[in-house]
């Protein structure tokens, strides 16, 4: 151990403190043996730093900082330098507000386009998700500061995140789940790792030894700090065994007692506490030492705008250009549509919300850009109420253009933290304005502006369409700059446009309503299974247009890696970004056809060509054999393709590769929708085959009593009347708060109470109410209701009582 001299020092007390937070963003300090506290702060794109209030869901203000685009967004750069340059100034702008630890970046898969936090998220694709993020962890930590990758692992909803069981084969958890996790520690090398709210197989992730143990500790290395998702820790014992260091928000000692009664009585050897000590001072020196000789506490507001600008024009995609209807030409009529360009969408709900430095919204920007504006209409309300004046005044407007530039998208209430979406569409008076104004000038340049895949069966209804993503506080004038041709769009889909949501893999199956939920789809997520399955959709993986064209040629695969031309076949210089898929043609073990094994993205002159190289790495042939138990290599003929998206291979070769010689895991006939690619008819039988065991039931026992992992929402069918009151008055506020078009709060209300497991009662409030306390609340629920209140009050009155002995002791110290 590292630090052993001053863990020789500590009492058992002392350790135990540090295992748990002094605040709701700090850690606990012990000032006499020289540990500071140091200080965590969310997210992804942008410092949130509260200085005041605290909170985890987004209400409080923060310290102003650069709010960048949204990892959803970046993504579609596919540039992974552009990843490390956004994570250096992230690192910057941490180390001037004095924030030890970056909460992000986030990289759970994509599994389903209607989860609620996909816009903080990269891809639907492991190798893409993986390489971009590792590029963050590199940025961020060049400051000294520490990344914290997360949510580790299988949180791909958000509705019921804190209960729910995700019940996951293990071949699709390691190639799908967590190769993103294992490129981006390997790659990236974070100090920290933040464990999910929901539990893995059975148990809660921060406490299950496969996940934390056998695979993030002993097979990936990983010896940085694990910390739970604020308010995730359930048994604290069982998570600190498993090695989940911090436990975030405090309990005020509530849990620290946990875990000496469990080293006095030996559940715990001291010396896998003292471990767990040894690794978090180790973040605590580490991230200090930066502030050690910097008292800079100011970044250069104005450069980091400029490279927030820089990220999101990298990242805009252009999704549709008929007639080449953009760039916009010089001298143009244009009516400006929509209510996103009078207010850009520029981020997402929740946790990762960032109070921005500057704020640019399109139509203050328009005349810098030369663009001949005649007018602006919103067209819509932004929160979805139907206006036909509305659409009528835009139509009046859109008339006397030659183009109609049309800002649309999903709104701030939407796309939020806690949350999934109800489906993919856009509201309804975005599509009948769409109508109206097709019918009135159908030369329509639709920008889009939100975090996640959305229908669009409007789609024949505009020539041309821009689609933003979130793209940070300069994100208006970064898509501006592509309409005027300023910028030739180089970013591509890291996420499929499915036609329909009834096409996803998952549907039917997403979110799990009650105790579990079932990834019967298996590997197939995303384009793994629209490609198999030949699903047709509506914009493909890995699609994106550019105002010039590329041809690819000359493919030459060896085993290192493949060799090709591209050539820039138009009149302007261009990026473009070519794809790597390998699909092994041999059929004994069941696959996607294809899957991202490499990419690059190359900038070419007009008329220029140039050579690539992109070279297999380790996981270019692996997949993981669950009979050995290990990842090995399949002997076969490899295709091995280059496209410009998933759907447009433009090179192919075969490449023989040698195996591993392991035994053939699986026997055909007992799974063959999952050889068929068909993962929509996947039976119970068959997910049981591949699963190794029986499902457990996905649906709650409405029989035995309400315990810590149930939910408020169970109140429905609990015993004591005050819960199911209680319960129903909580739906009525949901219910009228949106009908009185508050649905911000509404969602606070499922986000935060409805789907609240019990124990985050005691978890999440810092100590007013502790777990003694919860189990009256309990017996109440259940109906014993004086017995519970009885409990209640005594339990309280003791936590009161122990308060004042503390300050007491404090004081008289
Ligand atoms: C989120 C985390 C976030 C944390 C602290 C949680 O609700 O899931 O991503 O870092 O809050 O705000």
Same mark, same amino acid.
């Given at each position: 151990?590292?630090?052993?001299?001053?863990?020789?020092?500590?009492?058992?007390?002392?350790?135990?403190?540090?295992?748990?937070?002094?605040?709701?963003?700090?850690?606990?300090?012990? %000032?006499?043996?020289?540990?500071?506290?140091?200080?965590?702060?969310?997210?992804?794109?942008?410092?949130?730093?509260?200085?005041?209030?605290?909170?985890?869901?987004?209400?409080?203000?923060?310290?102003?900082?650069?709010?960048?685009? !949204?990892?959803?967004?970046?993504?579609?750069?596919?540039?992974? %330098?552009?990843?490390?340059?956004?994570?250096? &100034?992230?690192?910057?702008?941490?180390?001037?507000?004095?924030?030890?630890?970056?909460?992000?970046?986030?990289?759970?898969?994509?599994?389903?386009?209607?989860?609620?936090?996909?816009?903080?998220?990269? $891809?639907?694709?492991? &190798?893409?998700?993986?390489?971009?993020?590792?590029?963050?962890?590199?940025?961020?930590?060049?400051?000294?500061?520490?990344?914290?990758?997360?949510?580790?692992?299988?949180?791909?909803?958000?509705?019921?995140?804190?209960?729910?069981?995700?019940?996951?084969?293990?071949?699709?958890?390691?190639?799908?789940?967590?190769?993103?996790?294992?490129?981006?520690?390997?790659?990236?090398?974070?100090?920290?790792?933040?464990? $999910?709210?929901?539990?893995?197989?059975?148990?809660?992730?921060?406490?299950?030894?496969?996940?934390?143990?056998?695979?993030?500790?002993?097979?990936?290395?990983?010896?940085?700090?694990?910390?739970?998702?604020?308010? =995730?820790?359930? #048994?604290?014992?069982?998570?600190?065994?498993?090695?989940?260091?911090?436990?975030?928000?405090?309990?005020?000692?509530?849990?620290?007692?946990?875990?000496? !009664?469990?080293?006095?009585?030996?559940?715990?050897?001291?010396?896998?506490?003292?471990?767990?000590?040894?690794?978090?001072?180790?973040?605590?020196?580490?991230?200090?030492?930066?502030?050690?000789?910097?008292?800079?506490?100011?970044?250069?507001?104005?450069?980091?705008? %400029?490279?927030?600008q820089?990220?999101a024009e990298?990242?805009i995609v252009l999704l549709k250009n008929e007639d080449r209807i953009l760039p916009i030409k010089k001298g143009v009529k244009a009516a400006i549509i929509g209510d996103f360009a009078s207010e850009a969408r520029?981020?997402?709900?929740?946790?990762?919300?960032?109070?921005? !430095?500057?704020?640019v919204n399109t139509l203050d920007s328009l005349e810098q850009f030369g663009i001949d504006s005649i007018g602006y209409e919103p067209g819509f309300e932004r929160?979805?109420?139907?206006s036909r004046k509305k659409i009528d005044k835009a139509c009046a407007l859109a008339k006397k253009a030659d183009v109609v530039l049309l800002y649309i998208g999903?709104?701030?209430?939407?796309?939020?933290?806690?949350?999934?979406?109800?489906?993919?569409?856009l509201?309804?008076n975005q599509i009948e304005l769409i109508h109206a104004l097709h019918e009135t000038n159908p030369n329509i340049v639709a920008v889009l502006s939100?975090? $996640?895949?959305?229908?669009m069966?409007w789609i024949d209804k505009v020539k041309g369409l821009v689609h933003g993503?979130?793209s940070?506080?300069a994100g208006a004038k970064a898509i501006l700059r592509v309409l005027t041709g300023e910028i030739n769009p180089?970013?591509?889909?890291?996420?499929?446009?499915?036609?329909?949501?009834?096409?996803?893999?998952?549907?039917?199956?997403?979110?799990?309503?009650?105790?579990?939920?079932?990834?019967? %789809?298996?590997?197939?997520?995303?384009?793994?299974?629209? #490609?198999?399955?030949?699903?047709?959709?509506?914009?493909?993986?890995?699609?994106?247009l550019s105002y010039t064209?590329?041809?690819?040629?000359?493919?030459?695969?060896?085993?290192?890696?493949?060799?090709?031309?591209?050539?820039?076949?138009g009149t302007i210089?261009?990026?473009?970004?070519?794809?790597? &898929?390998?699909?092994?043609?041999?059929?004994?073990?069941?696959?996607?056809?294809?899957?991202?094994?490499?990419?690059?993205?190359?900038?070419?002159?007009?008329?220029?060509?140039?050579?690539?190289?992109?070279?297999?790495?380790?996981?270019?042939?692996?997949?993981?054999?669950?009979?050995?138990?290990?990842?090995?290599?399949?002997?076969?003929?490899?295709?091995?393709?280059? =496209?410009?998206?998933?759907?447009?291979?433009?090179?192919?070769?075969?490449?023989?590769?040698?195996?591993? #010689?392991?035994?053939?895991?699986?026997?055909?006939?007992?799974?063959?929708?999952?050889?068929?690619?068909?993962?929509? #008819?996947?039976?119970?039988?068959?997910?049981?085959?591949?699963?190794?065991?029986?499902?457990?039931?996905?649906?709650?026992?409405?029989?035995?009593?309400?315990?810590?992992?149930?939910?408020?929402?169970?109140?429905?069918?609990?015993?004591?009347?005050?819960?199911?009151?209680?319960?129903?008055?909580?739906?009525?506020?949901?219910?009228?708060?949106?009908?009185?078009?508050?649905?911000?709060?509404?969602?606070?209300?499922?986000?935060?109470?409805?789907?609240?497991?019990?124990?985050?009662?005691?978890?999440? !409030?810092?100590?007013?109410?502790?777990?003694?306390?919860?189990?009256?609340?309990?017996?109440?629920?259940?109906?014993?209701?004086?017995?519970?209140?009885?409990?209640?009050?005594?339990?309280?009155?003791?936590?009161?009582?122990?308060?004042?002995?503390?300050?007491?002791?404090?004081?008289?110290?």
């Open positions: 151990m590292k630090y052993l001299q001053i863990i020789n020092r500590m009492t058992l007390e002392e350790k135990a403190s540090l295992m748990s937070g002094k605040d709701f963003w700090q850690t606990q300090d012990i %000032e006499h043996l020289g540990i500071h506290s140091i200080f965590l702060a969310d997210g992804p794109h942008g410092i949130r730093k509260q200085a005041a209030a605290a909170d985890h869901l987004g209400l409080n203000p923060s310290i102003p900082a650069t709010c960048f685009p !949204t990892a959803a967004t970046v993504a579609n750069s596919w540039n992974v %330098e552009l990843g490390e340059k956004v994570g250096q &100034y992230l690192g910057e702008e941490a180390a001037a507000q004095k924030v030890n630890v970056l909460l992000g970046p986030g990289i759970n898969m994509k599994r389903d386009p209607l989860c609620g936090r996909n816009f903080e998220y990269f $891809s639907e694709d492991p &190798y893409h998700a993986g390489k971009m993020a590792a590029g963050y962890i590199r940025g961020i930590q060049s400051h000294g500061v520490s990344a914290c990758v997360k949510h580790f692992a299988v949180n791909n909803q958000e509705e019921r995140r804190m209960s729910i069981d995700t019940i996951v084969d293990e071949r699709t958890l390691r190639e799908i789940y967590l190769t993103a996790f294992e490129i981006a520690i390997a790659e990236g090398e974070p100090m920290t790792v933040m464990s $999910s709210y929901n539990q893995l197989n059975g148990t809660y992730t921060n406490e299950n030894l496969h996940l934390m143990q056998e695979i993030l500790r002993e097979e990936w290395g990983f010896e940085g700090v694990v910390v739970t998702d604020w308010g =995730g820790s359930n #048994d604290r014992v069982a998570g600190l065994i498993a090695g989940n260091e911090l436990e975030m928000p405090t309990t005020a000692g509530e849990t620290n007692e946990d875990i000496i !009664t469990a080293v006095k009585s030996g559940q715990i050897k001291e010396e896998v506490l003292d471990r767990c000590v040894d690794r978090l001072l180790d973040l605590i020196f580490t991230t200090e030492e930066v502030y050690k000789n910097r008292n800079e506490k100011s970044f250069n507001v104005e450069k980091h705008h %400029e490279a927030a820089q990220a990298e990242s520029y981020q997402g709900a929740g946790s990762s919300i960032v109070n921005p !430095t500057v704020r929160y979805g109420k139907k999903l709104d701030e209430a939407t796309e939020a933290e806690g949350l999934d979406r109800s489906n993919m569409k509201p309804e939100c975090g $996640s895949a959305i229908e069966p993503y979130l940070g506080q180089s970013g591509k889909l890291a996420e499929t446009y499915p036609l329909r949501y009834e096409d996803t893999p998952a549907f039917g199956s997403f979110p799990g309503k009650e105790v579990s939920v079932e990834y019967r %789809e298996s590997l197939f997520i995303g384009y793994r299974y629209y #490609d198999t399955a030949n699903v047709n959709v509506l914009f493909p993986f890995g699609y994106g064209t590329f041809e690819y040629s000359n493919i030459q695969a060896d085993r290192d890696g493949v060799t090709f031309n591209i050539t820039n076949t210089a261009g990026m473009e970004i070519a794809q790597l &898929y390998v699909g092994c043609r041999s059929g004994n073990i069941f696959r996607p056809n294809k899957e991202l094994k490499g990419f690059t993205k190359v900038f070419l002159l007009a008329g220029e060509t140039k050579t690539v190289r992109i070279l297999f790495d380790d996981k270019a042939f692996r997949y993981f054999n669950v009979k050995t138990n290990r990842w090995e290599i399949e002997q076969a003929d490899y295709a091995i393709m280059i =496209g410009a998206s998933s759907a447009d291979i433009r090179l192919e070769s075969t490449l023989f590769v040698e195996g591993t #010689d392991a035994p053939l895991p699986y026997d055909k006939e007992n799974i063959p929708s999952m050889y068929a690619g068909k993962v929509r #008819d996947v039976t119970k039988e068959e997910f049981e085959y591949l699963l190794g065991r029986q499902v457990p039931v996905p649906t709650w026992d409405r029989t035995r009593p309400l315990g810590y992992n149930d939910t408020i929402a169970q109140c429905q069918y609990a015993k004591g009347w005050l819960a199911r009151f209680a319960f129903h008055l909580i739906t009525f506020a949901y219910w009228f708060l949106r009908k009185i078009g508050k649905r911000s709060t509404a969602n606070l209300i499922m986000m935060s109470v409805y789907h609240m497991p019990f124990r985050g009662i005691a978890r999440m !409030t810092g100590g007013i109410v502790n777990m003694p306390m919860l189990d009256g609340l309990l017996l109440m629920v259940n109906g014993n209701f004086f017995k519970g209140m009885a409990h209640f009050l005594k339990e309280r009155k003791k936590l009161i009582k122990a308060a004042k002995l503390r300050s007491l002791n404090n004081e008289g110290a």
